[in-house]
Antibody, heavy 117, light 105 residues
Framework: EVQLVESGGGLVKPGSSLKLSCVAS????????MHWIRQAPKKGLEWIAL????????YYADSVKGRFTISRDNSKNTLYLEMNSLRSEDTAMYYC??????????WGQGTLVTVSS | DTVLTQSPALAVSPGERVTISCRAS??????MHWYQQKPGQQPKLLIY???NLESGVPARFSGSGSGTDFTLTIDPVEADDTATYFC????????FGSGTKLEIK
């Protein structure tokens, strides 16, 4: 059974940093691209980052480019999202999702990031 | 970016047929996918590739369309289908619609 478990969210002040983790199990993590997708409170979904299975390529939404960094450790079956220069508009539930052929069949339960002074 | 437009809300009675639409600002071929999200839960994939039913999803759910106009149909609707439904395209980068909140009367 595929499982994705996010952690690392919390309440932080504007301008600060935070690093999210997503531990994967139930599939060969090192064979799949992985994504981060976020959802602001009572809002829609926003894809924010993709990393290839071997970390050879990384892509970001314009809204986070230059501030967020996606990475992975295949030896630990873990995906990361390092978030710097956080803004109030980054407040959201952050989900990791298993990559595939363009759709997301597996999502984690999410970790909440709140940016507020 | 490809913008996906969904109507904000619908209300139907149990047993009825409901269609939820998603219009893309440019063609996405059949790269359209549908998700169901209940409060406090992560999204759940229902339909991929415009019309393919994800494993384990009831056959009451179906998808159709290509190009710019897509439809998710639930027939018949059940009370448990109360949720927000999102479309997502993967033809031009990755974008989501704003969601359609479905209320079962």
């Amino acid at each position: 059974e595929v499982q994705l478990v996010e952690s690392g969210g919390g309440l932080v002040k504007p301008g600060s940093s935070l690093k999210l983790s997503c531990v994967a199990s139930g599939f060969t993590f090192s064979s799949y691209g992985m994504h981060w997708i976020r959802q602001a409170p009572k809002k829609g979904l926003e894809w924010i980052a993709l990393i290839y299975y071997d970390s050879s390529n990384k892509y970001y939404a314009d809204s986070v480019k230059g501030r967020f960094t996606i990475s992975r450790d295949n030896s630990k079956n873990t995906l990361y999202l390092e978030m710097n220069s956080l803004r109030s508009e980054d407040t959201a539930m952050y989900y990791c999702a298993k990559g595939g052929q363009g759709w997301f069949a597996y999502w984690g339960q999410g970790t909440l990031v709140t940016v507020s002074s | 970016d490809t913008v996906l437009t969904q109507s904000p809300a619908l209300a139907v009675s149990p047993g009825e047929r409901v269609t939820i639409s998603c219009r893309a600002s440019e063609s996405v071929s059949t790269g359209m996918h549908w998700y169901q999200q209940k409060p406090g839960q992560q999204p759940k994939l229902l339909i991929y590739g415009a019309s393919n039913l994800e494993s384990g999803v009831p056959a009451r759910f179906s998808g159709s369309g290509s190009g710019t106009d897509f439809t998710l149909t639930i027939d018949p609707v059940e009370a448990d289908d109360t949720a927000t439904y999102f479309c997502q395209q993967s033809w031009n980068d990755l974008t989501f619609g704003s969601g359609t909140k479905l209320e079962i009367k």
